[in-house]
Structures are given as C-alpha cells and as structure tokens.
Nanobody, 126 residues
Framework: QVQLVESGGGLVQAGGSLRLSCAASGRTFSSYDMGWFRQAPGKEREFVGYINWSGGRTYYADSVKGRFTISRDNAKNLVYLQMNSLKPDDTAVYYC???????????????????WGQGTQVTVSS
C-alpha cells in the first residue's frame, strides 16, 4: 500500500512557475513508476507526464513538453513536478499517482496507476 500526498499548488500569474511535490509513504517507493495527471472543471483527467522507478526515463504530454519537468528522490520518497511558463490552460487539480513497475500497464492512462493522491489545485491567472 502506498499513500500519496501532493503539495505546492496555488495561484500564479501566467508565465510564472510552481513546483509541486508528492510525498509517498512506505519503504518500496523505488518499486513504482510515478505519474502526474490533471483535471480541469468539466474535463476528463489528463496525463501530464511520468517518471520511471529509477528516474532515468521521463515522458510528457505534448501540451507541457519543454515547460514541465518531473524528477524524483527515492531516498526521500518524493516526486516533483516543476512547472514553468505557466498558462491559464494549465489551471487544474494536479494529481500524482503510483504504478507498480511489474504491472506493465500504460503509463499515459489514468487506469494504469494503482494509487492516487488527493490532488492539489493550481490556478494560473491571465
């Protein structure tokens, strides 16, 4: 069982930056690939990006590529989402999620993840 808690959300002006953190419980954090998703009001949950268990591989949605960066610190059970050049369209609740590395499920679909945090709100004003 893994419990995930996101933090770092808030209100920022367009063009600004935020860094979200996701703290994971448990001693097997490095057994999970970690993903970030977001959901805006009235829209479906959207893949943002993911990082593999070692941190050696990342993949991003086209909408955030070049602006967002995911990293992780397995010693501290933390995963980060650095968001730069924020746009009003980035406004959403952001969720981190954990997927067992053995699962083989898709990492770009929310159904591929086993555990979810409660989400943190990011609002970008124009």
């Amino acid at each position: 069982q893994v419990q995930l808690v996101e933090s770092g959300g808030g209100l920022v002006q367009a063009g600004g930056s935020l860094r979200l953190s996701c703290a994971a419980s448990g001693r097997t954090f490095s057994s999970y690939d970690m993903g970030w998703f977001r959901q805006a009001p009235g829209k479906e949950r959207e893949f943002v990006g993911y990082i593999n268990w070692s941190g050696g591989r990342t993949y991003y949605a086209d909408s955030v590529k070049g602006r967002f960066t995911i990293s992780r610190d397995n010693a501290k059970n933390l995963v980060y989402l650095q968001m730069n050049s924020l746009k009003p369209d980035d406004t959403a609740v952001y969720y981190c999620a954990a997927a067992r590395i053995q699962s083989g499920s898709s990492r770009v679909e929310w159904k591929g993840y086993d555990y979810w945090g409660q989400g943190t709100q990011v609002t970008v004003s124009s």
